[in-house]
T-cell receptor, first 114, second 112 residues
Framework: DAMVIQNPRYQVTQFGKPVTLSCSQT?????MYWYQQKSSQAPKLLFH???????NEADTPDNFQSRRPNTSFCFLDIRSPGLGDAAMYLCATSRAGTGTDTQYFGPGTRLTVL | AQSVSQHNHHVILSEAASLELGCNYSYGGTVNLFWYVQYPGQHLQLLLK??????LVKGIKGFEAEFIKSKFSFNLRKPSVQWSDTAEYFC??????????FGKGTKLSVKP
């Protein structure tokens, strides 16, 4: 089945230790998104790629970076995780990136920061 | 600014009860509205969406939602819930760049 895969499902890191979360897709979609969801809060968009074009949300901290080496893969890098970065990180894809487009989500990576 | 609010944090129903989950949005332009569901241990998946035409939208598993422009609302309904509907439900507004602006979600617990 075509899908969005996130690895790992659970990630534990130490305060200040860089961490990378991975997302891959078999849908061949043009757009890939990263959302952050803290406990009892709405998922919040961090940034997205339309093909190779990177689009950062204005309020996304510089501590968060992303890479998309090819259509299938997208990575979220947290350069110096703080306690406040503990959250579920959701990857999603869409075909065309329009307002009517359905987004397809991965299962998420739960990040714990010690 | 675009925003979405969901009124109920946690709803508990018995099987066969009717369901209505509230969703209100704030946006002055053309709206694209979605309901996503997250079953326990699973990923977010689309229930239904509205972007034009008939304001009453039917989705999967017997769910429907009605877009009422004058009330800025897009409430989700189901006439008779089942235990398997236990999940978290998110209302979302489609942004201009295809991003989603989510509400905080409503947890639905259905008692058998």
């Amino acid at each position: 089945d075509a899908m969005v895969i996130q690895n790992p499902r659970y990630q534990v890191t130490q305060f200040g230790k860089p961490v990378t979360l991975s997302c891959s897709q078999t849908l061949n979609h043009n757009v890939m998104y990263w959302y952050q969801q803290k406990s009892s809060q709405a998922p919040k968009l961090l940034f997205h790629y339309y093909d190779k074009d990177f689009n950062n949300e204005a309020d996304t901290p510089d501590n968060f970076q992303s890479r998309r080496p090819n259509t299938s893969f997208c990575f979220l890098d947290i350069r110096s995780p703080g306690l406040g970065d503990a959250a579920m990180y959701l990857c999603a894809t869409s075909r065309a990136g329009t307002g009517t487009d359905t987004q397809y989500f991965g299962p998420g990576t739960r990040l714990t920061v010690l | 600014a675009q925003s979405v609010s969901q009124h109920n944090h946690h709803v508990i129903l018995s099987e066969a009860a009717s369901l209505e989950l509230g969703c209100n949005y704030s946006y002055g332009g053309t709206v694209n509205l979605f309901w996503y569901v997250q079953y326990p241990g699973q990923h977010l998946q689309l229930l239904l969406k509205y972007f034009s035409g008939d304001p009453l939208v039917k989705g999967i598993k017997g769910f429907e939602a009605e877009f009422i422009k004058s009330k800025f609302s897009f409430n989700l309904r189901k006439p008779s819930v089942q235990w398997s509907d236990t999940a978290e439900y998110f209302c979302a507004l489609g942004g201009s760049q295809g991003n989603l602006i989510f509400g905080k979600g409503t947890k639905l617990s259905v008692k058998p």
